[in-house]
């Protein structure tokens, strides 16, 4: 039997951070490491227990954002996700660029949320649907202010994975699909979000809308 993939759940309300628990802990591919209720929780957790993936509220005491930033410097193969309510864009925007490789609305289901944390696992990212939609919407508007000669140069190689990225596959998927190693997908990333100037997957997602690539599958999330 593979390797449980390693949660903390950090929230401050122990009712909702019960039920989550309680979800977790029902799949057998899942174990829950460590819980907290505040920022300071999330940081010490991150470092101490290294889980790979640690769930976050946006508004929590100390601020989930100011975790993820923190997490994502002194604790970077932490992934992180967001667990909220909030349907901000700009919590969205701002998390993301903080280091999150999720942003989860807390009216999701259990079977999507476990969904949503083997594929983050497994190096994919993921935005609830409804709030991609309305970023995919507000990324297609034309941007009068951006000149064309600010459309990085891809390759034809590049611009086939980033395709790919943009309609939810994970790394393995890619590798797969060009028959590739999953080495050479991931370097490839890093290229793409480099020319990009994109922080993860999401955002290069995002960029994608831009560039006119493929729809993003919004069913399976980024």
């Given amino acids: 039997m593979p390797d ?23 799949s057998k591919l899942l174990e829950v490491v460590a819980e907290g209720a505040c920022a300071e929780d999330a940081v010490r957790i991150a470092k101490d ?3 790979d993936i640690i769930l976050l ?7 989930g954002l100011e975790a993820v930033r923190t997490i994502a410097h002194a604790s970077p193969l932490v992934k992180v996700i967001m667990l ?3 349907e901000s864009e700009d919590h969205v925007s701002q998390a993301l660029a903080a280091g999150s490789q999720g942003y989860v609305l807390k009216g999701t289901s259990g079977p999507e949320l476990i969904d949503t944390l083997r594929a983050i696992s497994q190096g994919g990212s993921y935005v609830s649907p409804g709030l991609a939609a309305r970023l995919l919407t507000n990324a297609r508007r ?5 000149p ?4 990085p140069d891809l390759t034809k190689r590049e611009r086939s994975i980033l395709d790919l990225v943009s309609r939810g596959l994970a790394n393995k998927e890619v590798a797969r699909a060009l028959d590739i190693t999953e080495k050479t997908v991931k370097h490839y990333m890093t290229n793409i979000m480099q020319k990009l100037h994109v ?3 999401v955002e290069a997602a995002l960029a994608a809308q831009k ?3 493929s729809p993003v599958s919004l069913k399976h999330g980024l």
């Fill in 4 to 26: 449980r993939i390693r949660i903390a759940v950090i929230d401050d309300h122990p009712l909702f951070r019960e039920g989550v628990t309680h979800t977790i802990r029902n």
């Fill in 49 to 51: 227990q290294q889980p």
């Fill in 57 to 63: 509220d946006v508004s929590m005491p100390g601020s």
């Fill in 84 to 86: 909220t309510v909030s």
């Fill in 142 to 146: 034309p941007n009068r202010e951006a």
């Fill in 148 to 151: 064309d000669s600010d459309v």
């Fill in 199 to 201: 922080r993860n997957r």
């Fill in 211 to 213: 560039m006119g690539a």
